[in-house]
Structures are given as structure tokens and as C-alpha cells.
């Protein structure tokens, strides 16, 4: 294995690459070793045991899952593919570090040395996210196998589309080639779903308008191969889709090599510090950072004990940041996909679509808030002038998670209103859920800067980045397992005391009135995590 590593990139970079992942090893290893590390394992090892243990008995929502991405599974990755090379102008620069651009740049290597050195360090990167992640996507699988192999084959191939689009607009230079490379991917993409809309009845016939044209076979053939790695029942087609899959990627690393050697010094650099930018502003925002800037004003708040002006800050924030704002409105966007899609491309019986969008707020809560990171999560370094604000810890802590809150709620009352009017005939559900919603926002979003503040994690790239595994998976995971916990207890609750009393409405209240006991046990438990915070040992490094 070292003879072929020397031969591709030189004894040095080999050397170079074996430093920086033992350093990640060891560094991991260390921090398993501490009381945090053993929180880490007991959340990771009960979401892997259980994906197993999810595939030795029959699971009707797997099913349910399984049939959705043997229908429209190669589509819908395809249209993912575009809109994530459209949110990235374009697609991905060559992931070199300042450091890396300072040290190994000026060093007798070659380009192609440079990119396969860079290639192999991503290598590494994308086995080990398939390790963390690809338990949570075989629950969606038909066996578990398959979604481990599905995540591994993915992540490569989905970075590496996009590092060769970034590579060919490097070389061209001209204002016109985004606009075309957009034409030209939505041309595609509408080949792919078939030319005649007679044929598109249902989801199922998509695939068959696909068959009806070469382009669209091509285009949608990785996809095509991932979704069989998903849903295939035999060991004969995950090993021909995985072989698909593995060529594809192999032939990209190569366009990427080809492509990189005249232009890698230009975009690698400038890549560097367009990297370094990126993890500036996630760190003090979030996705909530990416987007223009508006200039607009907000009016005051009342001090309200204090949490008018930080909470005033906060919105500030969130008014002047379009992408926040439709970020915010993902119940509505989201509830609207499911009906009208559900409706328009599949049988599925009506009150099973009207169930299935009044869950979209929930998913829309434990995704959004915690990727625009408007709280406690990007003030790690100012952490010292909040503590120095001369008001309670609880007016702090109500302040920095107030705004999101409410605008969340509202954007989901507007998408539950829009159910309602399309079945009025379940208004129960629609009040019970709106009446649920408001202290289940403040629950998830305490939770989450509450377990933020236990276990502060700053956002790094590279080899770093490993290290901080274990915290993010206790923040990611843990919020949504206590989230779940709580939640689960008061659908219970609520359910026993309406079948007890004969009144489903005292139900709902009820629970509501429990969830909004625990939002504030929670803000209590956040507040006094905040007073006993130390800003001095989580300095930037």
C-alpha cells in the first residue's frame, strides 16, 4: 500500500497524509477517554446497533421508504445534485487549506502529486463520514449493506461532480458560463424526467420516460446505481451498482487530476481563502450567513427584563439575511411538497398526505434552526460580553432563541392554516398541533444551545475538524433522542388523559401545558449552564 501511495503523490505527501491521519486517530482516541468521550459512545453505539437490529424484523415504513426511492429515487438525487452545484456558484474549489498553500506549494511537488495527495486526505474524510452516517441512511434501505454502500459511493461522487464544474469555469473566465452551465443542467434534467408530460402520470412512469431518451439514461445512470444500492434485494445488484458507482467516481478523480494540473496553483488559492471565509461565517452564523445582505431596520423591542435588546439583535440578524427568511419558511415550502407532490405523482389516500405534511413542521424544527445556528452556537467567541451584559442569565437565554422561535411558529401556523383550508374536516389535528407547536419550538431549541453550552464545539476544517466528531454527534443526536423522548411522552400524555376523559380538546391542552413545563425546565437548565460557562477555555485556536 506504501509503494502505491509513493508512486502516486511521492514519500513525502505519503508521510504527510499517514501524520495527519494518525494525528486525527490519536486525537480522537484521547477524547474518548474523557467523561465527554463515553457520552459519545453511549449515543453512537445505540444508533448503530439499532440500524442493525432495525433490519432483522419487517418495518412498514421501511417499506414505505424503500418503494418512494424506487420510484423517484434517481430523480430527485439528480435534482439535489444541481441545486447543491447552483447553491455553490457553480460548484466546489479544490479544498487546499492556507496552510497547506503556504507550506506545500513552495515544495518540489508536482500539480498532479499535489491533487492526488488531496484526493487521498478526502478519501479518508469521505470513509469516515460513511462510518458516522451511513447507520442513519440504512434505516432508509432494504438492507443495511446496501446504505452503508450507498453513502460511501455518494459522498465521493456527489463532491467530485462538483469540483470538476468548479475547474471548468476556472478555465473559462467569462461572465456568461454560469448562466450556460445552469441551461444547460435544467435542459437535462427535463430529458431525464422524459419529453412527453402524458407520460408522467404517476412517479413510477418517470423512470419510464427516462428509457424514453439516451441523454436521460446517461445523466440519471450514477443515480440510478445509487437508488439500486438502496433498494435492491439481491447481492448480484448491489455488487454490479456498487462497480457502477466505482468506476464513475475513479473516472472523475481522473477528470479532476487532468482538468486541475494548469489550473490547480490560481484556484487553490483562492480556494484557500474562499475555505477559510466560509468557516468564518458558519461559525458566526450558520448556513444563516450564506445569501446577500439587506439593508433594512428593525424597531426597537422593550427591554422586557433584558430580552428585548438581545433579542432585538438577534432579529436584526435574521430580517437582513434573505436565505434566513425562506429558510424560515420551510413548513410552508415543505408541507407543500408533500401535498402537491404526493397528490400529483402517486395514489397514496389523501388523509395519509394530510398526515404526513402535518408532520413536515416537526422534521422542519429539528433541520432549520439548528443550520442557521442564530443563538448561542455562533457566539462562542463573544461568550465574554454576554456574560458581561448587566441582566439574568434566563433574559439571555430567552433572547438569543426568541426571534427564531417565533418566526418558525408563525411560518408553520401559515403552513397548518393551509392544510386546514384544504381539510377542514381535520381541524382538530390542525389546532392541537398549532396549540403543541409554540413550546415545542422553545423545548427543541433550548435543548440544543443547552447541550451547545455543556459541550461548546467550534466549527473546523481538515483533519481538525475529526476531532470535534464526537461533540457534534452528541449535539445532533442527543438533541433529537431527548427530543423525541419528551415529545413521544407528551403525544402520550395528551392521548391517555383525552381517551380518560372523553375530550380529545382537554388532551391537546394538556400536553401543550406539559411541553411548556419543560421548555421552561429546559431554559432554566440553559440559563444556568450560561452563568457557569468559562469563555476562557474555549479560546480560538
Known amino acids: 500500500m506504501r509503494g502505491l501511495l509513493d508512486r502516486l503523490m ?18 480522537s482516541i484521547a477524547r474518548l477517554r474523557r467523561p465527554s468521550g463515553w457520552v459519545v459512545l453511549l449515543f453512537v453505539l445505540p444508533l448503530w446497533g ?32 444541481l441545486a447543491m452545484l447552483v447553491l455553490r456558484g457553480g460548484g466546489e474549489q479544490i479544498g487546499f487549506l492556507p496552510a497547506e498553500v503556504d507550506q506545500l506549494f513552495a515544495a518540489p511537488l508536482t500539480p498532479s502529486q499535489l491533487i492526488r495527495y488531496k484526493l487521498a486526505l478526502l478519501s479518508v474524510t469521505w470513509f469516515v ?39 471548468v469555469l476556472e478555465r473559462q473566465h467569462r461572465p456568461w458560463t454560469n448562466l450556460a452551465l445552469l441551461a444547460a443542467l435544467l435542459g437535462l434534467c427535463a430529458l431525464a424526467f422524459g419529453a ?29 446505481a445509487a437508488s439500486t444500492l438502496f433498494v435492491s434485494e439481491s447481492i448480484t445488484e448491489l455488487l454490479g451498482a456498487t462497480a457502477l458507482l466505482t468506476v464513475a467516481n475513479l473516472t472523475q478523480a481522473g477528470v479532476v487530476l487532468a482538468l486541475g494540473r494548469r489550473t490547480w496553483f490560481e484556484q487553490a488559492a483562492s480556494g484557500a481563502a474562499q475555505r477559510t471565509s466560509m468557516v468564518e461565517q458558519y461559525r458566526s452564523g450558520g448556513l444563516g450567513m450564506a445569501g446577500g445582505l439587506w439593508r433594512v431596520s428593525v424597531p426597537r423591542l422593550p427591554r422586557l427584563g433584558g430580552v428585548g435588546p438581545v433579542a432585538w439583535r438577534r432579529l436584526l440578524e435574521l430580517a437582513r439575511r434573505p436565505l434566513v427568511l425562506l429558510g424560515l419558511g420551510g413548513p410552508v415550502l415543505m408541507s407543500l411538497a408533500v401535498v402537491v407532490g404526493l397528490t400529483t405523482f402517486s395514489e397514496v389516500h389523501p388523509d ?63 403552513a397548518i392554516l393551509g392544510l386546514l383550508a384544504w381539510k377542514p374536516e381535520h381541524a382538530f389535528w390542525c389546532l392541537a398541533l398549532g396549540l403543541a407547536l409554540p413550546p415545542v419550538t422553545v423545548f427543541s ?79 432554566w437548565l440553559a440559563a444556568r449552564q450560561f452563568r457557569a460557562f468559562d469563555p476562557s477555555r474555549h479560546v480560538p485556536t
Open 352 to 414: 395519509a398526505i394530510f398526515m404526513m405534511a402535518m408532520l413536515a413542521p416537526l422534521w422542519c424544527l429539528w433541520i432549520i434552526p439548528s443550520n442557521l445556528r442564530f443563538d448561542f452556537r455562533s457566539d462562542l467567541d463573544r461568550m465574554d460580553q454576554l456574560l458581561a451584559l448587566p441582566i439574568a442569565p434566563m433574559a439571555v437565554v430567552i433572547g438569543q432563541i426568541l426571534p427564531v422561535a417565533v418566526l418558525f411558529v408563525l411560518s408553520s401556523w401559515v
Open 50 to 81: 439499532g440500524a442493525l437490529v432495525s433490519h432483522l424484523q419487517e418495518s412498514s415504513l421501511r417499506g414505505f421508504y424503500v418503494g418512494t426511492l424506487d420510484d423517484i429515487g434517481p430523480a430527485v438525487m439528480a435534482l439535489g445534485w
Open 445 to 523: 431549541l433550548a435543548i440544543e444551545n443547552w447541550l451547545f453550552l455543556l459541550l461548546p464545539v467550534r466549527i473546523e476544517t481538515g483533519e481538525a475538524a475529526l476531532g470535534s466528531v464526537g461533540r457534534n454527534l452528541i449535539g445532533v443526536f442527543g438533541a433529537y433522542a431527548i427530543n423525541l423522548l419528551v415529545v413521544g411522552v407528551g403525544v402520550g400524555f395528551a392521548w391517555v388523559v383525552g381517551l380518560l376523559s372523553g375530550s380529545r380538546l382537554l388532551g391537546a391542552g394538556l400536553g401543550a401545558l406539559g411541553m411548556s413545563i419543560a421548555a421552561l425546565i429546559v431554559l
Open 129 to 167: 463520514m460513511g462510518l458516522l452516517i451511513g447507520p442513519m441512511a440504512s434505516l432508509y434501505s432494504r438492507h443495511f449493506l446496501g446504505g452503508m454502500l450507498a453513502v460511501w459511493l455518494l459522498f465521493p461522487a456527489l463532491q467530485l461532480t462538483s469540483m470538476i464544474t468548479a475547474l
Open 10 to 27: 511521492g514519500r513525502p505527501l505519503r508521510r504527510l497524509l499517514e501524520l495527519r491521519v494518525g494525528a486525527a486517530v490519536r486525537s
Open 196 to 224: 412527453s408530460p402524458e407520460a408522467v402520470s404517476k412517479v413510477g412512469d418517470v423512470l419510464a420516460g427516462v428509457e424514453q431518451n439516451v441523454v436521460g439514461q446517461v445523466l440519471l445512470a450514477p443515480f440510478a
